[in-house]
Each structure stands twice: as C-alpha cells, then as structure tokens.
C-alpha cells in the first residue's frame, strides 16, 4: 500500500517520495511503522511515527537507546542493538508538524511472527530478552529513564482501574459485573507482589517491557533469535516485566483477542521451552527472590493487562484501538481465563521451573 507519508519526514533522512518505495507494515496497537526501501540501495529502513498521546516525552525514548547503545558498544561490541539512525542534521528523531519520527536499520533475513507456532520460538525469542537484561546487568539503570512513568506499577493500574470504576455510567458497570468482580478478587495479586517490594535483593534491571514474539526478529532460515526490537519502552524494571509478559503471550494458541474462550489453554511445551531459554541466559544472575517469583510473574503481567483493559473499556476505549464496542471488555474476559489456566495448571508449571533453575 503506498501512503501518503509527509515529504519533509522524508527528507529530513535524504530521500524524496521519488526515489522511495514505502509500505506500512508491523500490528502494534501503539507506534505508526512504515518500511522504506530506497530505489538505489539495497538497504532498507524502518521509519516509525511515535505516538506521543502514550509517550509523552520522546526524549526519555531517545536519551534511554543512546545510553545503553553506548554502553552495549563499548562492553559487548558484537551484540546486534537496533539504535535509531540520525537526521541529516544529526538530530535522533524528527520533528516535523509536531509529530515525532524516527528511523532505523531493517535487519534483512529476517523474520518477526505474530504467532509462534513451535516451542523452539520460545525459547530463542525468551533467551534474545534474557540476554538483553543479562548483558545490562551491570549498566547504571538510573542512568535512563521511565519512557512511561509507572507503565508496569500494579499498583497504579490498580488505581486507576478503581478510578475508571467510579466515574464510568451504570451502563457499562452493568455490562462488565463479571469482570469487575474478577478484578476486585484477584486484587491479592498485588497484595503478594506488594510483600516482596522491600526486599534487597529484588533489584530494578534494564527490562524490554514488551516482549511479545514479534518483538523479536529471528534468522529467516534457521529461526535462530537474532535480535530484540520495538525498544520504546525499555527502561528500568523489575525482572517479572518480560518473562511474565511472554507467559502472557506465549503459551496460549490463540491472542488476547480471541472471543472463544475455551481455546485459551497453557501450552507446557512452550512453557518449558520459554524458561528454558530465558534461563540459559539470566539463571546466574538471578536472585534468590527474583527465582522464587518465576511463576508469579506471568500472574502479574496477565492481572496488569486485565485490568488495563478492563480500564480502558470502562473509560470508553481511549487507549487501545478497537475494532467492535465490546473488544476490550474481550480481551479482558480473555485475559481473565488465561490466568485462571495459569493458576490451574501451577503445580506442574512450577515442576519446570524448579527442573530448571538447577
Ligand atoms: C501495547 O503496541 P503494542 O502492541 O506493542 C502496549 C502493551 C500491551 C499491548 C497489548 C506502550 O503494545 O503494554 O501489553 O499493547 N504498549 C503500550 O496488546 O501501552
Ligand atoms: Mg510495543
């Protein structure tokens, strides 16, 4: 599809709508992102349009990549870290018409999925976040900052899902009982992580913070990980952030948007595949702490994007786009039913882990 891109976005990289093929590409519900293939090169770019109603402060996204490219080129030279290509004038994003763009390198023979389809996915794509975390695990993680403040904060989630409560119509109350209940009663989930916040040895790390398998390119031939991308919401964390948000998009067949309820299964194999791979890379790091939360964290993540999207349903469906009135009040039955799987399945779920973590 061509589109109509601004010509001064354009040129603020060098090239004209002339000399560019552009094709938008890429189902994030956030980030505009478009693939350029300039006629005369055979290297291609990733041009994306940053939505700044989500990060209000692009900066942070740009000072953040610039701090851990440093670092990672300094200490681990070989490491594939996706940074954004300057403007003609050296600046890190554009800024054109208010809107913010920025580019960067397409990484040729490769492949992103939206779906995996073999556990060996798993693995590959939960070793690639390990090993990001790992080889930061000595990097200053004051040094970057929140890009959204409080993106991963239960407890902020919470509150303003208890916000969102009190000023939504009877209507809508009414239309989602069942899910308010739910979120009312797994309230304890933050209860639980809230015991374990004072402890010394729960350290914030550098978390990708959205690690879903199509964040994660992999060898076009082999389906060997080769690097992490869509990194706007790295920053720091605690270690739950992305094994947690892979279990929530890994293990199940079917997405977040599936209104059938009954195909929302945990897969083990691909349970055990995830672990696998994200052990291989962060076991020796890894406290104890952080080892006693493996399970929880996929509990955690799961309640998080419940009651993210019971939240914005009860707002009236401001944060992520829909395509039918009730889809978020869906997604967050979906998300429901997954945790629940998830906690059915905890005994042999938590017999992996342990075979694992020794
Ligand atoms: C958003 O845009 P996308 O799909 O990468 C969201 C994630 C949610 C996800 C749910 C910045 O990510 O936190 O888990 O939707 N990102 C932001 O599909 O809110
Ligand atoms: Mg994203």
């Not at 209507?171 to 374990?196: C, M, P, T, V, W």
């Not at 706007?232 to 270690?239: A, H, L, N, Q, V």
């Not at 009730?326 to 779920?349: A, G, V």
Request: aromatic share 12%; charged share 25%; glycine share 4%.
């Amino acid at each position: 599809m061509e589109l109509d891109l601004d010509s001064q976005v354009l040129s603020a990289y060098g090239y004209t709508k002339e000399n560019i093929q552009i094709t938008q590409i890429g189902t994030g519900l956030i980030n505009r992102t478009y693939l350029l293939s300039p006629l005369s090169e055979d290297k291609k770019y990733i041009l994306q349009n940053i939505n700044t109603s989500v990060f209000k402060n692009p900066q942070a996204i740009a000072n953040n990549l610039k701090a851990i490219a440093d670092y990672l080129s300094k200490n681990y030279k070989d490491y594939l870290f996706i940074k954004p290509i300057s403007t003609q004038s050296g600046e890190e994003m554009a800024l054109i018409q208010n809107e913010y763009w920025r580019m960067l390198p397409f990484v040729s023979d490769t492949v992103s999925l939206d779906v995996l389809s073999d556990p060996k996915q798993a693995y590959e794509a939960a070793k690639q976040f390990g090993k990001l975390s790992r080889l930061l695990n000595n990097f200053n993680t004051t040094s970057i900052k929140p890009t959204i403040p409080g993106f991963h904060d239960l407890g902020l989630r919470y509150e303003q899902f208890m916000l969102a409560l009190n000023q939504t119509s009877k209507q809508f109350k009414g239309l989602a009982k069942l899910e308010i209940e739910s979120a009312l009663h797994h309230r304890y989930i933050l209860d639980y992580y809230n015991s374990y916040t004072h402890r010394s040895d729960f350290p914030d790390r550098v978390m990708h913070h959205d690690t879903k398998i199509s964040n994660v390119l992999l060898d076009a031939e082999t389906y060997i990980g080769v690097c992490v991308i869509d990194l706007d919401t790295i920053m720091p964390g605690k270690f739950i952030s992305d094994l947690g948000d892979m279990m929530r998009t890994y293990l199940c067949a079917y997405s977040e948007n599936e209104t059938d309820l009954s195909r929302i299964k945990i897969r083990l194999p691909y349970f055990e595949a995830m672990v696998k791979g994200y052990l291989s890379e962060m076991k020796s790091i890894l406290t104890e702490t952080e080892k006693e939360l493996i399970l929880f964290s996929g509990k955690y993540i799961i309640y998080m994007q419940a009651l993210r999207f019971l939240t914005d349903y009860l707002n009236g469906n401001v944060y992520y786009p829909i395509s039918y009135p009730t889809q978020n009040l869906d997604r967050t039955k979906n998300q429901f039913k997954l945790l629940s799987e998830l906690s059915l399945n905890q005994k042999d779920l938590q017999d992996v882990i342990e075979e694992h973590l020794v």
